[in-house]
């Protein structure tokens, strides 16, 4: 008898069913390609054993400790650093068990699917996790994380990764991502390659942004005292990232503004930034209008721009006081695209050679204003859910959505956007499997022929995110 | 042959509606707690024999009286008091012949739902209402509604409710609760709580606030001449509430603005209102201050704090003027919560001693900002969906959007809402089978094991709502 | 063997798709009334063959050459004609060649739907389109154009079209409909009538506003060189629309803003703008107090008001630059109903002598305010989903959104806004298909008897729309 679970979040009427795993099917068997994430190069780089299993799959993953907070259980029982160092739970076991109790929360969230996949298909775990069988889990993770089969490099084959891209700053040295091209792995065209994130050069409220720009002098050779040495600092830095085998860069801004100066106000905004002068407005002026400059800069290098607006960082005071950045407490915020991308649009919009890739944290501008704008603007695709948008529920309602206007061809693919790497075949799975039940209610809709569904599913799978990122155009 | 009625509202394919039946079957043997609402004590105080049916079920139904304004039927046609006094319909045959006549309006709308299961169950009809019918229907309920069986008291227990909570403002005396307390039906732990509602004495909009805040003063035996003596008779008065069974304060405000003004600016703000020179802005000011304020208080007393934001009131100016508040005049408008809530957060939202339920008009906030917030702070907690949203689609919605990042367990549970007494247990119902139908379909999909959301499904009818509604803790 | 497309866009359920197909049945067999639409209507005056399958079919339709155009094909390569007259292809199969290598663009888009349709029910074809069967489709297309059945009336006969209206600027003679009378196809009752349309003599900010004023005083014989002019104008050709054959006015502004000024600030904005001294608030502060004038005007003369808010015109500046208005360039903006619409609501909301049939591009406004304002007042109804939004999953959510607020009965019906004449029986049918799926699900849901659901989608396809845009009343 088959495994139930082949028919994970496909469609339950029958006839649909029998179709979307027809469609899935061919879309499990393509390569992964993963052109927008946060997995740490190092761990490719060095390829050593996996960290136990609560190091590896609780603490770095906000999803999860954000969860327990909302329940009252603060990040530190679930091993989560402090920003002063004062110490918290060390201890993996205790960690998972302390997870595992509160293993009910995640019922119906993404996070639990991705989970229990993981341990399934990853791991090879039969046993559900649950209070009872913490330490069984535990224990078979350990186990399974000690194989050589189970080290970083073995699992990116088995898990048919065609290509990873991770994501550094300009004032990373990109040390890793040499050592992998030294072994085969990185470097244009390679396996792991890089991406072009500035926010902490380009962000004036970035905690030290004017020390990061001091830095980002240094280490592309070129004077930031003045706004044009800063900006062949960065010319520089895109350069060394393309050696480096990027095809993107990417943006975290809290809106999604656009503004096209002109080279003197440009300049005094970024004076004001450096003498500690600008204030939100400046800071907002200043994100806004580097996007526009970006754009030209992308126009002549070929970098894809990934646009990733509408966060509140550090929304939860107490929480960033006492963890830091990046462990659960941001939250989105109404994000308006119309008017904020009209600068950009204006400029290049309707240019071929730039491409944008615009992702969202607020589904309520799919039909609205993402999906008329990338079905009207020859530069802009439209990138995956995203976040906490990244669930099964969320990517049919986009397909729902963004498809009428838009269709499948302005989108660009998923991506996993993960720091996960285990999660990362699931991930893309997921994605497959709700987009092969969108196709196939289309198909048993009759609006659509199974054949153009089936090559659908395999475009958005595969060819649709290679050609989107650029994946693999320059190999050498 | 079984009553196809038994699948009212489970999704049409067979196999996840008979996982549907089995999982609402389960909650359907639950008691009703029903944590917030709007049902007169008095009613149970004094237990007497309903009225006519269309003075029962008509006319003080704003969802009913509404849509056939909206056709051009004018409220005093249908009963509704007027301001001024002048004569409207009386005739409850008449009423209900008038509205049987436009009972086609109601297709597709929870009234309908509400109305029809309320006439089968709670009445024992078999007829369908409908201008031919309207007669026999009348008679048949006016018949019911003469027997025993049908006064408050017994109705209260075969609807099997648990815990039935009303809402009253901090200038009632509570001596309905107090008779019910006497009679064995109220007081702390007891069957008929009341809910704190402060409105009255908060908002400096609201009809003769100046007033409502000496009479505050005088049932307090407080002098609110100064804020001091505000905030002491407020906390009088939440004694008192408590005393009376309170669990719960509840808060209706135009947005969820919070400040947290400090001491001399509060006081400020409270003498610009005594003195009838606050404006709009001080009276925005002076609600999202009480709430900060609030929150506080909560924290000393533990009541639960519920936020019902985004309604404005007496939108409809022309009905406002004929016949008052509460007749159906009040629209939604967009509502802000991240920004809104930030000050109230800042200060006590990683507090697992508050809890604040916040409930919504505006579903365009439910992947954005609510369930984000909601599972990323330990107070938060997200009310069923409220008043124009108290309907299945949006109630299956609800779940679809939330559930992926709040889950079930940031959730309160299902509230009625309602003043219509008869309608309690069909409201509830309601809720279970939609809830019923969304985990069958996780089921269905294998993302949830059936014993989990049978779990699930009992604490979302009955665990969940007394858990996060403190119902039964105080009891004696 | 029945043709599956017989099932087109019902739910794949096998119960709830027989349903669907009796409900659909019932649709399917009204005449189709169009109350507001873009024909021209020197189509059907004239009565000539059309001219090429590309001209016809692909050239003027917006929604494919903004697709095309967003994957880099720029519009003149599809013959849209250019602002200076530069030349762009003429080659009617050359277009067609290269809009058929980019069909698969339209997967999942009404676009697809509709042409599809139009191939297989209109021009009677079997061979599915794409690059290889280009010419054999336009062959095939263009010998049917050649037909005497293929011509304007003919078609509108086999359509089964009742009603059909057009939309004139009150600067249009009306000629054509002239001759539509006296050929009796025109003229109050008649079959082809028009609709007021007057944005370009309103809206400060269109084009040559002050010009088409004097021209306005022109053909009107009024002095529009004062305000009371420009009303008197306006008066007079309300009346010579109405009497060829109008019943509703039409009114496309950015925002749905509403307001009531008094006389003498009226004739000073319009001072304003016809000395070239109107600035951007101004021209929307004439827009949203001329709503109100209008409003006034429709509660003597009888003329069904239409809202079309929300559109940012000529967002695409290079398009709009090189090919002018509606081609493609514009996008949707979130849309405010509440407050806007407040000024007009208070002066005449509650009148039933008026009627306002409000439309949106902006989805988030379903539930929070659209229902609950159409179900709150007696002169306003809610507008098929519109333009981006007419498509099968949003009218399907319009359903699922609106209905439980608003009911089916204050909803206006379908209409298809289209220039694209031969698709206009597709578009009704989708519609229609659409609305029998969704009540289907209420039947199967046992919330709706399926001899109610019989007679809502006769209404929602016949009577009400009949009824709500006075469709046949003057009738002579």
Chains 1, 2, 3 share one sequence.
């Not at 720009?213 to 040495?229: H, K, N, P, Q, S």
């Not at 302005?410 to 987009?435: E, L, Q, W, Y």
Request: with cysteine; aromatic share 10%; glycine share 8%.
């Amino acid at each position: 008898m088959p495994d139930p679970r082949q028919d994970l979040l496909f469609p339950a009427d029958p006839g649909v069913r029998t179709l979307a795993r027809r469609l899935h099917a061919l879309a499990a068997e393509q390569p992964i390609i993963s052109p927008h994430g946060h997995v740490d190069p190092a761990i490719l780089a060095e390829d050593r054993p996996f960290p136990d299993p609560a190091q590896l799959l609780i603490v770095p993953d906000h999803y999860l400790t954000r969860m327990l907070l909302s329940q009252g259980v603060p990040p530190g029982r679930l091993g989560v650093p402090t920003v002063d160092g004062s110490p918290t739970e060390t201890d993996g076991r205790a960690i998972w068990r302390l997870f595992a109790a509160h293993w009910h929360l995640f019922r119906g969230t993404p996070s639990r699917l991705w989970l229990e996949q993981t341990f399934r298909e990853v791991f090879g775990l039969s046993t559900a996790l649950g209070p009872a069988t913490a330490d069984e889990v535990y224990d078979a993770i350990a186990a399974r994380l000690a194989e050589p089969e189970f080290r970083p490099r073995a699992l990116f084959e088995r898990f048919g990764i065609e290509v990873l891209a991770t994501t550094e700053s300009p004032l990373d040295d990109l040390a890793w991502h040499a050592k992998l091209a030294a072994d085969g792995w990185g470097g244009p065209g390679g396996r792991v390659i890089t991406t072009f994130r500035p926010d902490n050069v380009v962000d004036m409220e970035f905690e030290d942004w004017a020390g990061n720009v001091e830095r980002l002098g240094a280490i592309a050779g070129e004077d930031t005292g003045t706004y044009a040495g800063y900006l062949a600092a960065l010319r520089r830095r895109r350069e060394a990232f393309v050696a480096a085998g990027a095809t993107c860069s990417d943006h975290g801004h809290p809106t999604a503004r656009t503004l096209a100066l002109d080279r003197a106000e440009a300049a005094a905004l970024y004076d004001r930034g450096r003498r500690g002068t600008a204030d939100a407005a400046d800071a907002e002026a200043f994100r806004a209008h580097m996007l526009v400059e970006f754009a030209r800069m992308s126009i002549d290098d070929g970098l894809v721009m990934q646009l990733h607006p509408g966060s509140v960082r550090n929304h939860n005071r107490w929480l960033y006081a006492r963890h830091g950045r990046d462990v659960g407490g941001d939250i989105p915020q109404a994000t308006e695209y119309l008017h904020a991308l009209t600068p950009l649009l204006d400029a290049h919009g309707n240019d071929p050679r730039l491409r944008v890739v615009v992702y969202t944290l607020d589904e309520y501008t799919f039909t609205r204003e993402l999906a008329p704008l990338a079905g009207g603007y020859a530069a802009l695709y439209l990138g995956a859910p995203w976040w906490f948008l990244d669930s099964p529920e969320v990517l049919r309602r986009f397909r729902e959505s963004v498809t009428e206007t838009a269709g499948f061809y302005n989108t660009a693919g998923f991506v996993d956007d993960t720091r996960a790497f285990c999660s990362i075949p699931v991930r893309h799975d997921v994605a497959r499997r709700v987009d092969a039940g969108f196709l196939a209610r289309l198909v048993a809709e009759h609006r659509l022929d199974e054949d153009e569904a089936a090559e659908t599913i395999v475009d958005l799978a595969y060819r649709l995110p290679r050609r989107v990122y650029k994946i693999g155009e320059r190999s050498q």
